[in-house]
């Protein structure tokens, strides 16, 4: 049935010519039903404690049992275990004997947290002339004495600099005028960097020693291991702004003398202002950090990885595009990398040119690069920062949207080991056991790894190369610049959307890549493994490298397309006025994008994707070619419109491969090669174009009727209710702190021993420097958490406590204590009986630490039970729990519960029908576990909300079960401040009113639950 006028129109029509290839529909069938464990999604596993064995094993074999067969060993804030140590490869060894058993893959993360170069802290320990350097120019109208770290000194005169240097060393007075001094900065030393200091990638010697210190260790310890169960090695933005401003390397002057005939010293104000030959300076100034960090950390780094079997993966920071301080040109760097990886993080659609999700160009920069350099496998770290608030859809919205566009290895972020003290605030969600909805998680866990398995197959089809407008965007590099350079990106961003929305297959180009991998041939211009036979300049473009407008010469004179958008702008040559630009130019072709489109579509020669759509619609497809027809995934990335997709092709039959399923299913096609089919919101759709024929599948129409409730429903919780108490009275000694939120507190308590806060919130240990300090023995503090009930509570009462065995405690002033064994949330979290010492009205749970410790961080403590809460003006009340009803959880006294609340209704079937559904007309949740009789019939994670349930049914009555989960927004947080949902930093944790426990009203929390009964579907065929 087509979709309504609100819905997305998609046509897309495929012109079949079917190439032999080396892989067949054949040969990946079998993958893609049972894939290997190559394609699994690979979080990143955070290692944040004082590991034990036990730790480590046991979430290992959480993650496999969810069919998450792949881990990145990450150390993260809060990790203890002396990093590099002797313990710390006692676990890596113990893990990789465990993986053998699990048949896991564990790849190396290479840096202490993030970013990588810094071994976290040894590098700087070991070579203290690695320290990370940048340059400052400062204007003014005398220049300042000639100091330490004075770089150069210049007169500005007439739109020229002269560098005056050595008037100023020699301290000769200066007349009033325009200077600009050049000085030297040095990289901070910080808790991030383990109280040393981020360091210069560009000075000879630093990779190496980071290898050396890093990799090397690895390879002693478990280089048996290489190319076997640890497949590669993660690098996290590395970058090039180590001290801010302009980025500085010692034998700066001396590479730039002999590459470009000048020294930099006569013209670095031409970085920062429009005197001299500004243009080019900048062009030969980030061109020269450009190669530098491919020669000195990108080609070593792969090189070394290459020949230890290992694959060089990670990713840079290229969501500042067009600003390139921190990498002249993300996507040249790609090239180096065996596996090319990006990131995209938090859950907020955003199309603009720095945003995360949604930033198309971004992802396109990644499946280019990976298309020319021929690597097969691509990789994004996700979902970091989305917050405890994401659901099944949120994730599948995305990482459809990344497979689309090319990504085949899902890397989540992040994993947990614990989420004790400010560990949870690691820009959560966390992808383990913590999660209400983690039991559930192998549902997504096979849906990914069946589309990496497909996605990593075949070949890319791309004949469009659009070249990205870098080298423009290095001459407007200074705040002056912003708009300028803005206006270049945003354009650019624009042209890649729309191209991609408007289904055109191209890649974009990096004048990097083109001009270390391209040439000319008969068959259009070649970059590595791929050949275009249109080439597009976008609009804002000034300049190009000659190297790149020899081939653009070459490809227009083979009659080529060579195609212009909007009005040229191109007038230099490497940042200099030539002949040649226009040259050039003379021989391209001005389109608009509507015509480019147009001729795009209208080309019947090869295959090509139409789309008919609303101007509001977001579909993406990908597709890849196989000796036997083609791969077609399409993903609706819109999760409030569906959208009706129409495949008109050559093909003999088209197959539906079932992601969820692992199931190939014929479509019946109205003719040969074409099917109509509606995706819902944050839908996809994988098929086989096959070129040969297969029997059709004649599929009736199907009448479904709804059966009809034997008895009324019930509705329970399915775990105990939850009050998290983030407010407490501090007292250290003889000093008393009223109503302190809980990170507050924990600041509080840890200035008492001498240190600035938290050592373990967003900071990183170097060697064993934090773990083994100890405090004097009057050293400590005592948290009292206040909690109040109204009359009497049914059943058992607890109290969590992280880390409950550090602390003595009381409620009400009776010592308890946690029951051995037990733990609630996280294995950290002990869980204390307070039934007896509890009592109406006001209640205390006190806290007391002594001495301090480094293990004491202050957080908030939960009380467990079957409770209701009411909202007063300070927090909440525990009152006796009422009956639960349709509608929101939060709104029935249940604003911190997340574990899920169970629906059940009863269905009398007489005659059982051949199908039956289960549907949700209206619910919100992580996602919803349908039960038929007891058992497990599947789960609901996104739309369409139905479940199969027709092996369960049986005659006579059917108790049917809906269990829909929520998640740990509610029950962790960020409370307060503005409410931004798909965005949570450990900065979104600290904010809370400084005047005590605000008025419940002022908690948000998220309205989960079942708002509508589920209904039963029967239908016969």
Partial sequence: MLAKSVCLAVGVALSMSFVAFSESSRSILEGFKSPSRTYSSAPLWVWNDLLTEEQVLATLRDLAAQDVK??????????????????????????????????????????????????????????????????TLETATKPAAWAQDTLAVYRISNGKAQNISDTVRSGEALPDGEYVTAAINESKSSPWFGGKYYVDLLRPGVTQKFLEITMDAYKREIGDQFGKRVPGSFTDEP??????????????????????????????????????????VRHDYYQTLLHLFIERWAKPYHDYCAANNLEFTGHYWEHEWPNCRQAPDNMAMYAWHQRP??????????????AQFGNVRAVLELASAANQSGAKRTLCEAYGGGGWDMRFEDMKRIGDWLYALGVNTLDQHLSYITMRGARKYDYPPSFSYHEPWWDSYHVLGQYF????????????????????????????????????????????????????????????????????????????LRVGKRVYKTIILPAHMETLDSKTVDLLNAFADAKFSLYTMGEPALQYIDARPSEKAAALLAKAKLVSLGDLVANWVSVKSETRVQVAAQKDSIVYHLRRKLEDGELLFIANTRNDEPATIQIRSHAKSIQEWNLEAGAVEPLSCANPGEITQELPPAGSLLVFLNAAETAPTAIAEEAEQVVTLSDSSQIVRIAPNVLTLDYLDLKIGDKEYPKQYMYAAA??????????????????????????????????????????????????????????ELYSISCNGVPVAATPGEWWLDRAFGKIDITKA???????????????????????????GNFALEPADAGHVIVAPAELKLGAWNTQGCPFYAQGVGYTQHFNVSKPASKYIVALPAWYGSVAKVMVNGELAGHIGWQPAKCDVTKLIKPGENAIEVIVVGTLKNTLGPYFGKERLGFASPHSFRDAPESGPPAATAYNSIGYGLMKPFTLLASAQ
Avoid at 104 to 127: K, L, Q, T
Avoid at 345 to 350: M, R
Avoid at 843 to 864: C, D, F, R, W
Wanted: aromatic share 10%; charged share 20%.
């Fill in 70 to 135: 792949q881990v990145f060993v990450h150390p993260r804030p809060g990790l203890m275990t002396p990093y590099l140590s002797k313990d710390w490869f006692a676990l890596w060894k113990a893990v990789l004997r465990e993986a053998e058993v699990l048949d896991m893959n564990v790849w190396i993360y290479d840096e202490n947290s993030y970013p990588s170069g810094f071994a976290g802290g040894f590098v700087p320990e070991a070579m203290p002339e690695s320290h990370g350097l940048g340059f």
């Fill in 838 to 864: 509890a009592h109406e009205g006001d209640n205390t749970l006190t806290l007391k630490a002594s001495p301090m410790t480094m293990h004491h961080e202050i957080t908030a403590v939960y009380i467990l």
């Fill in 341 to 354: 990886a990006i990131d995209t993080l938090f859950n907020e659609y955003d199309e603009g040119t720095h």
């Fill in 449 to 524: 790894t069946r589309l990496s398995a497909v996605l990593s197959s075949g070949e890319p089809v791309a004949d469009i190369l659009v070249i990205e407008p870098t080298t423009t965007a290095w001459m407007y590099q200074t705040d002056a610049d912003k708009a300028k350079r803005e206006e270049l990106g945003n354009s650019f961003q624009q042209l890649v959307t729309y191209l991609a929305q408007a289904q055109v297959e191209f890649d974009l180009g990096s004048e990097d890549i083109i001009i270390r991998q391209g040439a000319i041939d008969k068959a259009g």
């Fill in 239 to 280: 970058h090039l702004a180590p001290a801010g401003g302009f980025h500085w390397t010692p034998d700066l002057p001396e590479v730039m003398q002999q590459r470009y005939g000048y020294s930099i010293l006569d013209t670095l104000p031409s970085l920062s202002q429009p005197v001299g030959d500004w243009r080019a």
């Fill in 747 to 804: 600041r509080l308590a840890f200035q008492s021993v001498g240190l600035p806060e938290d050592p373990w919130d967003h900071a990183v240990q170097f060697n064993d420097e934090l773990i083994r300090m100890t405090f004097p023995e009057n050293s400590g503090f005592e948290a009292t958490y206040h909690f109040n009930m109204r009359g009497a509570i049914p059943g058992v009462l607890h109290a969590v406590v992280e880390r409950p």
